[in-house]
């Protein structure tokens, strides 16, 4: 079972919706993720992983059901209001500003912030080491798994109690996808809760406190990581056996 709003940090409870006047994609989805905790959201093509994650981020206007953020409900909040509440989203795409410095892209991170940001950037620095070396090149001219890092550490830069990850290993190798996974694993063990979509969801799974499998917009399996990746259904139907 997943968590009850009671006990999730963040909660996309019984979500039916879509976008503007076409039909539903989600049909009474639950996503949550508890305190310092990785959530994974998989299942195959089409299944509304992404379109979950942008409800949660108020991407789109839900007919039912509600999103919880610390026990407040801010299901009517626009994106821009729950960034503020301490929501952070990373798209999968368009993630960084490419002709900008590293470190460019980290300050506008913290642009809206109207306190010293230098203790943030140090812990991003801390958190990915890479960064730090490469801050004063141009974000563009990074390899794939480096882009996504600089996203994820712009993100952290706006100090987000919840991390919202859109296909964080899309397109990159897998010793790449290796090493973002366990950067994440790392934001996670600082005490932010994470929920990511991912399609690679063997891997996924692999570092998830709790997953939810989706198909066509409704949950079809829910358990830890490890429940699911010893689920003969779900090996058979969505982890190629």
Known sequence: MYPSRHEAFLIGEAMTGGYADGPDILHSC????????????VGPNGAGKSTAMKALFGMLSLREGAVI??????????????????????????????????R???????????????DTM???YGLFPVLREKQKQQAGELSGGQRQQV??????????????????????????????LGRIIEV?????????????????????DQGFVLVQG????????????????????????
Do not use: C
């Not at 639950?30 to 959201?41: C, H, L, Q």
């Open 104 to 118: 460019e892209n980290l300050e506008m991170g913290g642009f809206s912030r109207d306190d010293d940001i230098h």
């Open 188 to 208: 996670a063990d600082t005490g932010i809760p994470v929920i990511i979509v991912e399609q690679n969801a063997r891997q996924a799974l692999e570092i998830a």
């Open 151 to 180: 996203a994820l550490a712009r993100a952290m830069m706006t100090q987000p109690k919840v991390l919202l990850l859109d296909e964080p290993t899309a397109g990159v190798s897998p010793i790449v996808m290796k090493e973002i």
């Open 30 to 41: 639950t996503v949550a993720v508890n305190s310092g905790e990785i959530a994974v959201i």
């Open 122 to 124: 140090e812990q991003v």
């Open 69 to 102: 953020l610390d026990g407040e409900d801010i299901s009517a909040l626009p994106p821009q209001e729950r960034v503020s509440k301490g929501m952070g989203f990373v798209p999968q795409t368009a993630n960084i500003f490419p002709s900008l410095t590293v």
């Open 218 to 241: 409704r949950n079809e399996y829910t358990g830890t990581g490890k429940e699911l990746l010893t689920n003969k259904d779900v090996l058979q139907a969505f982890l190629g056996g």
